[in-house]
């Protein structure tokens, strides 16, 4: 199985912050990486497929880049709407598997 | 708009059986690639299968054996048959559509094992 790491697990930011969160795959996936948002309570949100195909209605503040094992998700600008926890999830065989998240938090 | 309400979900004690079911709306499941995705009690993402038509699914080897699918053309629905449950199953179950990358997703279904 294709093991996903990502770091960190926990970050704490304020509103305005540029914000890196990495994935790192246990080989090479190509380009077939995904991030997604998801808020307590409440199902994953899709944010970016492919390693870098930003979803419709997700703000451009978000993006992502990589490929092979090494992938980033930034987000430019932090927003109050975006403190979440991010996963990220490869898609290059299964069985899929995500990564263990990270919990973005408020300074 | 593209719809996943999944319901089945509940308290059963270890053993048994219990079966999820995924309605859609504004697509055929029949025709699209499905996933069951499970999220432990304050844990990450684990996929449990992924299904297409008739003739592909593939299963995480952790429900390999004790889970099946089915289908409902008239319904819409997909169904994820459980059996033999064990307490590590505990989990929300999610339904999503998607080959490579889940697109669309239901709120879940709470499914605890507990004697």
């Known amino acids: 199985d294709i093991q996903m790491t990502q770091s960190p697990s926990s970050l704490s930011a304020s509103v305005g912050d540029r914000v890196t969160i990495t994935c790192r795959a246990s080989q090479s996936i190509s380009t077939y990486l995904n991030w997604y948002q998801q808020k307590p309570g409440k199902a994953p949100k899709l944010l970016i497929c492919a390693a870098s195909s930003l979803q419709s209605g997700v703000p451009s503040r978000f993006s992502g880049s990589g490929s092979g094992t090494d992938f980033t998700l930034t987000i430019s600008s932090l927003q109050p709407e975006d403190f979440a926890t991010y996963f990220c999830q490869q898609g290059y065989s299964t069985p899929y598997t995500f990564g263990q998240g990270t919990k973005l938090e408020i300074k | 708009e593209v719809q996943l309400v999944e319901s089945g979900g509940g308290l059963i004690q270890p053993g048994g059986s219990l079966r999820l079911s995924c309605a859609a709306s504004?697509?055929?499941?029949?025709?699209?690639?499905m996933n069951w995705v499970r999220q432990a009690p304050g844990k990450g993402l684990e996929w449990v299968l992924l299904?297409?038509?008739?003739?592909?699914?593939n299963f995480a080897d952790s429900v390999q054996g004790r889970f099946t699918i089915s289908r409902d053309n008239s319904r819409n629905t997909l169904y994820l048959q459980m059996n033999s449950l064990r307490a590590e199953d505990t989990a929300v179950y999610f339904c999503?559509?998607?080959?490579?990358?889940?697109?669309?997703w239901g709120q879940g279904t709470l499914v605890t094992v507990s004697s």
């Open positions: 299904v297409y038509g008739d003739h592909i699914t």
């Open positions: 504004g697509f055929t499941v029949s025709s699209n690639y």
């Open positions: 999503a559509s998607g080959e490579r990358w889940l697109s669309n």
